[in-house]
């Protein structure tokens, strides 16, 4: 079995974490799947407390499906846009939960919203 990434808990101390069997519980899909997103990058983890867990902003419930949770449709993307641009994955968790005035808000905040096109264009601006 191979490791999965795992980054510094660089979020502030006040946003929610998930740990990996809560992902696979709330994603119905097993927690071995959760490593395996976790090895591809459509998801980031943190060790917080000694436990490995990946933020609650990166999921949303599915307005198709009620009831179900699904990760944010633009996450994947991002994560490789800014990793693509080299940035590392500590840096990239620092970027989205960091205040930006302009947007107003967090970029993780915005992917939730109707600025997610603007979050991917400003990762995209970022690499270059």
Do not use: N
Not at 15 to 23: A, G, H, K, S, T
Not at 70 to 76: D, Y
Not at 108 to 114: N, R, Y
């Amino acid at each position: 079995m191979s490791t999965f990434p795992v980054c510094d808990d660089v979020l502030p101390e006040s946003d929610e974490v998930m740990p990996l069997p809560d992902v696979a519980e709330i994603l119905q899909i097993s927690v071995t799947r959760v490593h395996q997103m976790l090895r591809d990058h459509q998801l980031l983890a943190v060790r917080r407390g000694g436990i490995v867990a990946v933020p609650a902003r990166f999921f949303v419930e599915d307005s198709h499906h009620d009831g179900e949770v699904r990760v944010l449709k633009q996450l994947p993307g991002l994560i490789a846009v800014l990793r693509d641009g080299g940035y590392g994955d500590d840096e990239l968790l620092r970027w989205m939960y960091t205040d930006d005035p302009s947007l107003p808000g967090r970029p993780v905040d915005a992917l939730h919203g109707h600025q997610a096109r603007e979050v991917l264009r400003r990762a995209q601006a970022m690499g270059f």
